[in-house]
């Protein structure tokens, strides 16, 4: 029997203000395994809230509060297969999604003036889980380049897709921000789990689109090309997007999956 390679995960993350808010409404967290684990494991979330007055940080907080209660300890216990892996996730996002609900009847505040995008990505081993909500992204750079995993959950997807919009649009059109799935807000239709291999040298970028709205994608590819470690990356992608304006919160998670 030929013995799958080793790995090792390597991540990081940071959030930032950014220059043209007043509060940081985005919640970040990268979790690995314990280094004796077999194969290693990593949950990596970004969270962007919605809502004025703090409520969007309240709500993407607690989004990320209610994954770390269930997630990492059964990640880190036992080897789970995929259709339980699955069902894990979407119950940890189901309870997010209801502490931001019970949060907002607990407080009387309206449903829609809080709530959060979601990216809840699992890495184990050489394959990677997905939970997308929102207009938050993943990405994966491997040989043939940076490739967006994810479709934006808004309004102007929905016209990109029906050939209304060019692609180049979503970037100033006054609907850009409409998001049509997210946590809280009566918004959530559907969780979904996706699943893609990885390759041993390909790298993840997980980002609020704080980081995307202002670094278009072949810029971004061009930074997570350079040969340095995921905590290097995420602050010079934070830079990049203050240089191009910082006009919202940045977001930015980075993981290599790298040989043992």
Same mark, same amino acid.
């Given at each position: 029997?030929?013995?799958?390679?080793?790995?090792?995960?390597?991540?990081?993350a940071?959030?930032?203000q950014?220059?043209?808010?007043?509060i940081? /409404?985005?919640?970040?967290?990268?979790?690995?395994?314990?280094p004796?684990?077999?194969?290693?494991?990593?949950l990596l979330?970004?969270?962007?809230?919605?809502?004025?007055?703090?409520k969007?940080?309240?709500?993407?907080?607690?989004?990320?509060?209610k994954?770390?209660?269930?997630?990492?300890a059964?990640?880190?216990?036992?080897?789970?297969?995929?259709d339980?892996?699955?069902?894990?996730?979407?119950?940890?996002?189901?309870?997010?999604?209801?502490?931001?609900?019970n949060?907002?009847?607990?407080?009387?505040i309206d449903?829609?003036?809080?709530?959060?995008?979601?990216?809840?990505?699992?890495v184990?081993?050489?394959?990677?889980?997905?939970?997308?909500?929102?207009?938050?992204?993943?990405?994966?750079?491997?040989?043939?380049?940076?490739?967006?995993?994810?479709?934006?959950?808004?309004?102007?997807?929905?016209?990109?897709?029906?050939?209304?919009l060019?692609?180049e649009?979503?970037?100033?059109?006054? /609907?850009?921000?409409i998001l049509?799935?997210?946590?809280?807000?009566?918004?959530?239709?559907?969780?979904?789990?996706?699943?893609?291999k990885?390759?041993?040298?390909?790298?993840?970028?997980v980002?609020?689109?704080?980081?995307?709205?202002?670094?278009?994608?072949p810029?971004?590819?061009?930074?997570?090309l350079?040969?340095?470690?995921?905590?290097?990356?995420?602050?010079?992608?934070?830079?990049?997007?203050? /240089?191009?304006g910082? /006009?919202?919160n940045?977001s930015?998670?980075?993981?290599?999956?790298?040989?043992?």
């Amino acid at each position: 029997m030929v013995s799958s390679p080793r790995i090792r995960i390597e991540a990081a993350a940071d959030t930032d203000q950014g220059l043209e808010r007043h509060i940081n /409404q985005d919640a970040v967290y990268v979790w690995t395994s314990s280094p004796e684990f077999e194969p290693p494991r990593a949950l990596l979330i970004v969270a962007d809230g919605m809502g004025g007055h703090q409520k969007g940080g309240i709500a993407s907080q607690l989004a990320v509060d209610k994954l770390l209660e269930i997630l990492p300890a059964e990640l880190e216990s036992k080897k789970i297969n995929d259709d339980a892996l699955e069902l894990l996730m979407t119950q940890a996002v189901q309870g997010a999604n209801e502490a931001i609900n019970n949060f907002a009847v607990d407080n009387e505040i309206d449903p829609h003036d809080i709530g959060t995008t979601l990216e809840c990505v699992v890495v184990d081993g050489t394959y990677a889980y997905i939970v997308h909500i929102g207009d938050s992204r993943v990405y994966l750079l491997g040989k043939d380049g940076l490739k967006r995993i994810t479709r934006d959950h808004t309004a102007t997807a929905e016209m990109v897709d029906a050939g209304i919009l060019d692609p180049e649009e979503i970037y100033t059109h006054p /609907q850009r921000n409409i998001l049509t799935q997210a946590l809280g807000g009566n918004l959530l239709s559907e969780i979904k789990v996706s699943k893609f291999k990885l390759l041993i040298g390909e790298r993840i970028l997980v980002c609020s689109d704080g980081l995307w709205g202002m670094v278009r994608d072949p810029a971004l590819e061009r930074i997570l090309l350079w040969a340095s470690p995921p905590h290097i990356l995420v602050d010079e992608l934070i830079v990049a997007a203050n /240089q191009a304006g910082g /006009q919202d919160n940045i977001s930015v998670v980075v993981c290599d999956i790298l040989p043992g």
